[in-house]
């Protein structure tokens, strides 16, 4: 069950309306790495749960944050979009400095939405649950979670850039100290995990039936050889079962490739006469 109350986790106001801002934080609203994503993946992630409770505990946590912080981002966008009309984005293209780097306003602001927040990225594409996972697995998805946060931390350090309004600084200073929380609570998580099963996703395979004579290897595949310097290509192996290998030149293990012609009622290129 869930429980809305009226106050935001933290306050979003902006110092002054700003339109082409607005489509900037669609980004981090409906992006690929937006707070909708995380939202979906880590509350899925919760209902799914069939390990510990305190892990689907935890992912509801977080999940039911992420909610407050869609509501925020919506609230925000709403009010960078007050007094915008759809000719803004006409007067900015005037500027064709504002016109080239920025492009002005997102016109469904104005014509969809009603100067209201979308849920899609800042280009206009529809957010999708294609961007999130949710596996079963704890430490896979964990490890993908930690990946989302990183990403969201990093746009919205970028965006914190490409403004001088206090008041939006003043919240997404907020969501990126949230942001670090996640990273170090995903890094917790990670860590608790793999100390208590092998840190090859998944655990439960047995590893006899991989080709063991290539787990550890690392294979030159481009010209040059720089990445024998790094810790992957030597030295005991993260898992602590063997010892990297650095293959300098990888050779072709398979056999030439040979498909045989397509039947008559596919219609492929017929194979040349003998």
């Keep these: 069950m869930f429980y809305h109350i009226k106050e935001l986790q933290y ?4 110092d002054r309306p700003d339109p082409v801002y607005a489509k900037k934080l669609q980004e981090v609203l409906g992006g690929q ?3 909708i994503s995380v939202m979906m993946q880590y509350l899925f992630q919760g209902w799914n749960c069939r390990g510990e409770q305190k892990y689907r505990d935890m992912l509801l946590d977080i999940g039911t944050e992420e909610i407050a912080h869609v509501e925020m981002l919506a609230t925000m966008i709403a009010q960078l979009l007050d007094n915008a009309p759809v000719e803004d984005q006409e007067n ?18 104005a014509i969809v939405s009603g100067l209201g927040a979308r ?13 999130t996972i949710a596996s079963g697995n704890l430490l896979a998805d964990f490890r993908a979670n930690l ?10 350090v970028r965006l914190y850039e490409m403004t001088d309004d206090k008041g ?17 609570q995903w890094m917790a998580a990670i860590e608790e995990l793999e100390q208590k099963q092998k840190p090859i996703v998944p655990a ?25 310097q790094g810790r992957w290509a030597s030295g005991k192996s993260m898992d602590g079962q063997a010892e990297f290998e650095y293959i300098s030149e990888p050779r072709a293990m398979g056999q030439i490739p040979f498909l045989q012609p397509a039947p008559p009622h596919i219609h492929g290129t017929p194979p040349s006469p003998l």
């Design 11 to 14: 306050n979003a106001k902006p």
């Design 33 to 35: 790495f937006g707070e």
């Design 92 to 109: 900015a293209a005037k500027d064709p400095i504002i016109g080239a780097v920025m492009g002005g306003m997102n016109p469904q602001h």
């Design 119 to 131: 849920p899609d990225d800042s280009e206009g594409y529809p957010w999708t649950s294609r961007y």
């Design 147 to 156: 990946n989302a946060e990183s990403q969201g931390r990093l746009q919205v």
């Design 168 to 184: 939006v600084r003043d919240m997404l200073s907020f969501l990126i100290a949230r942001d670090t929380m996640h990273q170090n």
């Design 204 to 228: 439960t395979f047995n590893q006899q039936y991989e080709k063991q004579e290539v787990s550890y290897s690392f294979m030159n595949f481009s010209e040059g050889e720089e990445s024998r």
